[in-house]
């Protein structure tokens, strides 16, 4: 449920007691840290990495992926089974590819060289190039990871010289992206290359031949991405500035998702990597025929907000259902609608009476223009909550009075 991640935030702090066995418990891990030796151990195909062995896994292996985990972290046991299953198949396919580990509570001096601020940390390291490596940026299921690395062993982008070369790469491959620089130098390419190399849900090209740019109707240098060989969408960047990675990286994100997404643990990372922060969610039990007919409602005004709101449903018979709880809702409410935004986790309830594309319309232009107010699970008021000294905040007044500029509000939870 990755809408109530945002509100958690987790400290852990760890306190050790006094003992008098404490000096006799260091002699111990200072003697089993000498006898650690430049052998490479692996446990379920994982390495276990160290700071005597680590320098002899950057030059045996060619792409090495190391996590930087502690003990204790349940970040790094929900990592866990993926990153052992992934290590698996990456041995099988591709040797020269592995999976590692360090236990960063224990190598301190390897945890501070690479900037560990928190687990776990995926560092990615490529010919033995201890300086030069690269933070991971899949998915971090046992797939993405996958995908991810082999993705790493392949060229960024390919060169498409004829016509029909394009043509043909469009066919061959789901998610096609080509970008089009008359110029073979231009910086702009180099971004792209970037992106290639770091989006691995797509494949990409490259295009310098006019022929091509008249084929595919392009005068200046642009991006197309082919979600198949009948839909297209152009990136053209900005006519002065050029082109921005975070614009591209968007662009094909959004592109990518379909017009309403059903939320799911394989599409949960697309809803969140496309960085729009507006989502309207439509609940509905898809095992009621009368509220299966509600997502066509949904589906039709999804168009009039592409690229500035996420449409999702979420089947509230199914295995999130628990997002529900989150919004406040229970299953005598369903179907319903609910908006949020991300990045301010404010929160808006549908008050139609019905759900039509109308009135989903006006609902969600109505939270933009700001003339719908905010959703808060309070409490009322109570009618003498300012009577006493110390007055009584619930939600529906916490902001009016906490965040009175006039005043120097000191407030207890």
Request: hydrophobic share 40%; aromatic share 12%.
């Amino acid at each position: 449920m990755r809408w109530s991640h945002l509100l958690l935030g987790l400290l852990l702090a760890f306190y050790a007691k006094a003992d008098p066995n404490a000096t006799s418990a260091e002699s111990s891990s200072e003697s089993s840290r000498e006898e650690k030796t430049d052998e490479l151990l692996e446990e379920e195909n994982v390495l276990v990495l160290h700071e005597k062995n680590f320098d002899n896994a950057l030059k045996t292996f060619k792409y090495l992926l190391v996590e930087f985990y502690a003990p204790w972290c349940g970040h790094c046991k929900e990592l866990a089974p993926n990153y052992i299953k992934a290590a698996e198949t990456l041995k099988e396919q591709a040797p020269e590819v592995r999976l590692a580990k360090v236990d960063a509570t224990e190598e301190k001096e390897l945890s501070d060289e690479f900037g560990v601020s928190g687990y776990p940390t995926l560092r990615f390291f490529v010919n033995g190039n201890r300086t030069g490596h690269i933070e991971y940026g899949g998915r971090r299921d046992a797939e993405g990871i996958v995908r991810w690395m082999l993705r790493r062993m392949e060229p960024a982008s390919v060169e498409v010289k004829t016509v029909s070369a394009a043509e043909e790469f469009i066919k061959s491959h789901e998610s096609t992206v080509i970008g089009f620089f008359k110029d073979p130098e231009d910086a702009d390419l180099n971004l792209f290359n970037e992106v290639a190399l770091n989006t691995e849900d797509f494949k990409f090209a490259i295009a310098h031949k006019e022929e091509i740019f008249r084929k595919f109707g392009v005068s200046t240098d642009s991006v197309i991405y082919f979600k198949s060989p009948e839909e297209k969408y152009i990136y053209t960047g900005n006519e002065e500035l050029g082109f921005d990675k975070d614009e591209l990286v968007q662009f094909l994100m959004v592109n990518n998702m379909d017009i309403v997404t059903e939320y799911s643990d394989e599409t949960a990372q697309k809803i969140f990597a496309a960085k729009i922060p507006n989502h309207l969610l439509l609940f509905i039990n898809k095992t009621v025929e009368d509220q299966l007919l509600l997502l066509e409602n949904f589906r039709q005004t999804a168009p009039d907000f592409k690229g500035t709101v996420l449409f999702v449903v979420i089947d509230s018979n199914g295995p999130h259902a628990g997002v529900l709880e989150y919004f406040g809702l229970t299953n005598e409410d369903i179907p319903t609608i609910r908006f949020i935004n991300i990045e301010k986790v404010t929160k808006f309830a549908f008050n139609a009476e019905k759900i039509t594309a109308e009135t989903v319309r006006a609902f969600c232009q109505g939270v933009l223009d700001g003339k719908i107010k905010q959703n808060l699970l309070s409490e009322e008021v109570p009618e003498d909550w300012d009577k006493k000294p110390v007055k009584v905040l619930v939600g529906k007044n916490f902001e009016e009075v906490a965040y009175d500029e006039t005043k120097n509000v000191f407030v207890e939870f």
